[in-house]
């Protein structure tokens, strides 16, 4: 799952390295030459020169890419697949798979050949299955279904089999009924884990790139990595949306505008496509008696008032906060924020706008605001 993730770093200012800038300008012409040329069918080389273009776009200037450093920098202690020690803790399994191994037993299957396997074991899991002590053969023929083939009627099932006689030492119970190998630094049976971990792969911007609106003359700004066509990002004359930029240089009340004009087209346009019926060639929209839907979120209904839409999607209520667009997440002094703390309260939307502001206001104006597209 994605998780748009506010986070935010301090940089001082900075001096314009021209030369890698026009360097890295270059590189992008290059790519979306090579692009244009790339042969349609070679799909993985076409995604890589995609990625580099989309890459590039967000260290385009010197000010990007020391934002892209200080994000490396800030998150790195909640990576979950960081191989850094000071972010890494053991969790030792050792005694509890030894009672297990000594005191419990699990479901067996005796192959034709004498060999005696668990029911988790690769040899038959996902094939077989046991029902009333009987082996069967899953997905068989044409239709699919379980059946008592030639080969599950030579096999027996042997229930509670007891781990001890399963295995030959406890070292095979815990590396082959539990992937878990012996840990020499740690001494014991575990995983080596970062307790603090929210992500396991970023990137700024991403599916969220227009975070910010900016004025188009900014230069303290990145667009972050994008790879959504030229025109997603078309912004107000004047301005340009921005993955990060300097507090003091987000215009609120222009992007305040900005959506609320998107949402009264787009008001207008749901509302012409219910009452005509008419649903645009290559859109994705259900007609109903009572609505105008897609993918399951309903878009228009019936006699909605462009009063009642905008209390429905809640943008009159976001635009009342510093926010106009939904954070998931915020990183404030090395603690992970997230929506999910306020869901078990009452009004979990206010709690969590109320959060997020006092965040907001807290930052100097100086300060860099990121937004990062987390994955876990």
């Not at 077989?128 to 099932?157: C, D, I, P, W």
């Not at 001890?164 to 012996?182: G, P, R, T």
């Not at 106009?324 to 997230?338: F, P, R």
Request: glycine share 6%.
């Amino acid at each position: 799952m994605h998780f748009r993730t506010l986070v935010t770093v301090n940089i001082p200012e900075v001096e314009p390295d021209i030369k890698t800038d026009q360097e890295i300008q270059e590189s992008i012409k290059n790519i979306e030459i090579a692009m244009e040329r790339c042969d349609k069918g070679n799909i993985g080389q076409s995604v890589m020169k995609k990625l580099c273009l989309s890459r590039y776009k967000g260290i385009s200037n010197t000010f990007a890419r020391e934002v892209y450093n200080a994000v490396d920098e800030l998150l790195e202690p909640y990576c979950e697949s960081t191989e850094n020690p000071d972010y890494l803790e053991f969790e030792d399994h050792t005694d509890e798979l030894k009672d297990e191994y000594e005191n419990k037993s699990v479901d067996c299957i005796k192959l034709p050949g004498g060999r005696i396997v668990s029911i988790h074991n690769s040899i038959v899991y996902g094939k077989y299955t046991v029902h009333n002590g009987l082996v069967y053969q899953k997905r068989f023929g044409q239709l699919k279904n379980e059946k008592r083939s030639k080969s599950a009627k030579k096999m027996t099932v042997l229930p509670n089999y007891p781990y001890k006689k399963l295995y030959k030492s406890f070292e095979d119970f815990a590396e082959q009924e539990n992937y878990m190998v012996y840990n020499d630094e740690f001494k014991g049976y575990g995983y080596v884990y970062n307790p603090d971990a929210f992500y396991d792969w970023y990137c700024i911007g991403g599916r969220w790139p227009r975070m910010f609106l900016i004025r188009e003359d900014c230069t303290d700004f990145t667009v972050g990595d994008r790879d959504y066509p030229d025109e997603y990002y078309k912004a107000p004359d004047g301005y340009k949306w921005a993955a990060a930029a300097r507090k003091k240089d987000i215009q609120w009340k222009e992007m305040n505008r900005y959506f609320f004009d998107d949402a009264i087209q787009k008001y207008k346009r749901y509302k012409e496509i219910f009452e005509t019926g008419v649903i645009p060639e290559n859109e994705y929209f259900q007609i109903t008696d009572n609505s105008l839907k897609s993918f399951g979120s309903i878009l228009y209904q019936k006699g909605e008032t462009l009063s009642e839409y905008l209390t429905r999607i809640e943008l009159k209520e976001q635009c009342k906060h510093t926010f106009s667009q939904y954070v998931h997440a915020y990183l404030q002094d090395g603690i992970y924020h997230c929506y999910d703390e306020c869901q078990r309260d009452g009004d979990a939307d206010e709690m969590w706008r109320t959060m997020v502001d006092e965040f907001y206001t807290s930052l100097d104006d100086d300060t860099v605001l990121v937004s990062v597209d987390c994955h876990i």
